[in-house]
Structure formats: structure tokens, C-alpha cells
């Protein structure tokens, strides 16, 4: 049995998964740290980022940042099956595992509100609500409920509407329908995601805690 198990672990699509199993297996039979894992994930954010950032003078680069999305989202999927199977799970790896995610929200949507395809405002905005709903999400494990990952716009939805929108502006692109350019649009549907996020985590949090009383 394992020395420590995760206290709470998102839920993750079994299709999602099946994809990483292989993987999990490679790393844990040549004894690759999932704490690695996690800095990839980082590096996968970062790729993104600069596709975003770039694809203002380049917009194939629009088609191409979304991958590194999904990317980013198999790393951070796979350091946690990794660390389990192999045993490795702890509570320093939790930390691994949570703080390369924020950073990478962060690094992902500076990278879009630089891409000069959208007022900027919106794209830091989207990236501090992201972060503030992952770190409500906490609230319930801190206070001894479990971690709360409902609501619309979770991280992997992040990066579906990211994909979305970058994909439009691509295929779009030189074509004007309101003052808003379309990841002006995307950044506000995940401002707005995000904000009703943060309501349902924090009224089932409330709500767990005034159950177990």
C-alpha cells in the first residue's frame, strides 16, 4: 500500500486517462520523478504562451497554442498517476503537483493578452480569476471538507474555451463583428465562467461545513 494517497484528486476522463496509462507505466519502470513531470507542464505553459504572444505577426501560431494547452493539462494528469503508481505520492508532491498549475494559468493568459489581438486587461483578468478559483477550490481541503473542483469553468474548460477562441480568431481573422475582438470575447466568457466557479465552490464549502457541524 502506499505510504500517503492524495486527499483529493480531480475527477478526470476515463478517455483522458487511458491516454497517460502507458506513459505512467514508461516513467515508473525507468524511474522518471513525477516532481519532472510537473516542470514539464510548466514548459508546455510556456510554449503556449509564446504561441499566444506570437500570433498576432504569425496566426498559424492561433492553431498551434491550444495543443500546448492540452499539453499542459496531460503533464499535470500524469505527474499524479505517475506518483501514485510508482508510490511517490507525498505531501510536498500535492504542492508540486498544485503550484506549477497556477503558475501556468498565469503564463498562458499573459502570453494571450500580449498577442495584441485583444485588449490586455481582459486577459490578466482572466488570469487572476483563474487563479483565485483554484485557490478557493482549496479552501474545503484547508478547512478539513473535501477540495471543491465544481463550477463551470474549472481548469480543463479554461483551456477548451482558450482553444475555441484562439481557433476562431484564426479562421476569422480580418473580420469584425462588435468593437470586442473574439479573444476579447473569449477572455470575458472565462472571467465570467470563473466568477460563477468561484460562487458554487464556495456555497458547497459553506455547505460541507455546516454538515459536518
Same mark, same amino acid.
Given at each position: 500500500m502506499p505510504d500517503y494517497m492524495p486527499i483529493s484528486r480531480r475527477p478526470i476522463a476515463s478517455g483522458f486517462q487511458r491516454t497517460a496509462e502507458g506513459t505512467t507505466r514508461f516513467c515508473v519502470r525507468h524511474g522518471i520523478h513525477p516532481d519532472a513531470i510537473s516542470y514539464l507542464s510548466i514548459l508546455a505553459a510556456l510554449a503556449a504562451a509564446i504561441c499566444f504572444w506570437k500570433s498576432g505577426h504569425t496566426p498559424w501560431l492561433l492553431i498551434v497554442a491550444p495543443l500546448f494547452c492540452y499539453l499542459r493539462l496531460w503533464f499535470n494528469m500524469l505527474d499524479g498517476m505517475v506518483a501514485v503508481a510508482a508510490n511517490k505520492a507525498s505531501r510536498r508532491g500535492e504542492i508540486?503537483?498544485?503550484?506549477?498549475?497556477?503558475?501556468?494559468? &498565469?503564463?498562458?493568459?499573459?502570453? &494571450? %493578452?500580449?498577442?495584441?489581438?485583444?485588449?490586455?486587461?481582459?486577459?490578466?483578468? %482572466? %488570469?487572476?480569476?483563474? &487563479?483565485?478559483? %483554484?485557490?478557493v477550490g482549496l479552501f474545503g481541503q484547508a478547512l478539513g471538507v473535501r477540495r471543491e473542483f465544481g463550477g463551470v469553468m474549472s481548469k480543463p474548460w479554461r483551456m477548451v474555451v482558450l482553444h475555441i477562441g484562439a481557433w476562431l480568431t484564426f479562421f476569422l481573422r480580418g473580420q469584425s463583428f462588435t468593437s470586442f475582438t473574439i479573444l476579447d470575447w473569449t477572455c470575458l466568457v472565462v472571467i465570467a465562467g470563473c466568477v460563477q466557479t468561484i460562487v458554487v465552490r464556495l456555497k458547497r464549502i459553506t455547505a460541507a461545513l455546516q454538515n459536518k457541524g
Open positions: 508540486l503537483n498544485d503550484l506549477p498549475d497556477r503558475i501556468s494559468d &498565469v503564463i498562458i493568459f499573459a502570453g &494571450v %493578452a500580449h498577442s495584441g489581438l485583444m485588449n490586455p486587461i481582459f486577459g490578466y483578468w %482572466a %488570469a487572476i480569476l483563474a &487563479v483565485l478559483t %483554484a485557490y
